[in-house]
């Protein structure tokens, strides 16, 4: 099952950033922080991960808390074509398999 | 960054007959695949996880013996779905690991719909 928790739907105008917040507070110390988002009828596309310190990369930003029970994606200058559902997800900690379990994600909607 | 290549992408069977699907990793050797299936407007389920050459684990109330999977070598694994019904109509997403703590790479879906 899912190990977090966001928000169903946010939406966000165009060129302004957008703050996508996820709980995960049952995250073990080793545990990643994923994120990923899904277009419609696509499979999902990665956008960044993180253990306990912040992360750049072109595409995002992610910041989590130092106690790492949650955590925020930032996109700076939303466009358009960012309108998706964005999931955070950790990492099944029950098995050696390190499965990831999706839960409902956000939805998220940009605006001109 | 890493490709991870699925197809059919869209297949349409009769009732009765087996579809499979392939997914594989084209540029990185994928220790870990998993298996998901999404129905609409649902989020991802994850029905299988397996490593190469051994047994695909499957999740609760998954039925293995309906959705053969087979992860022979490190860059393909398949799902068969046997004897397909209306029910099994959905969304399978296959994705591809190199190892623990890196990140998934996800195939584009295969959208199955059974008449």
């Known amino acids: 099952d899912a190990k977090t928790t966001q928000p169903p739907s946010m939406d966000c105008a165009e060129g302004r950033a957008a703050n996508l917040p996820c709980n995960h507070s049952t995250i073990s110390g080793n545990e990643y922080v994923y994120w990923y988002r899904q277009i419609h009828s696509q499979g999902p596309q990665y956008i960044i991960h993180g253990l306990k310190n912040n992360e750049t990369n072109e595409m995002a930003s992610l910041i989590i808390t130092e106690d790492r029970k949650s955590s925020t994606l930032i996109l700076p200058h939303a466009t358009l074509r960012d309108t998706a559902v964005y999931y955070c997800i950790v990492p099944d900690r029950g098995s050696t398999l390190g499965r990831l379990y999706f839960g409902r994600g956000t939805q998220l909607t940009v605006w001109p | 960054g890493a490709v991870v290549s699925q197809h059919p992408s869209w297949v349409i069977c009769k009732s009765g007959t087996s579809v499979k699907i392939e997914c594989r990793s084209l540029d990185f050797q994928a220790t870990t695949m998993f298996w998901y299936r999404q129905f609409p407007k649902q989020s991802l389920m994850l029905m299988a996880t397996s490593n190469e050459g051994s047994k695909a684990t499957y999740e609760q109330g998954v039925e293995k013996d309906k959705f053969l999977i087979n992860h022979a070598s490190l860059t393909l694994s398949t799902l068969t779905v046997t004897s397909a019904h209306p029910e099994d109509s959905s969304f399978y997403i296959c994705?591809?690991?190199?190892?623990?703590?890196?990140?998934?790479?996800f195939g584009s879906g295969t959208q199955l719909s059974v008449l």
């Open positions: 994705s591809a690991r190199f190892r623990a703590n890196e990140k998934l790479f």
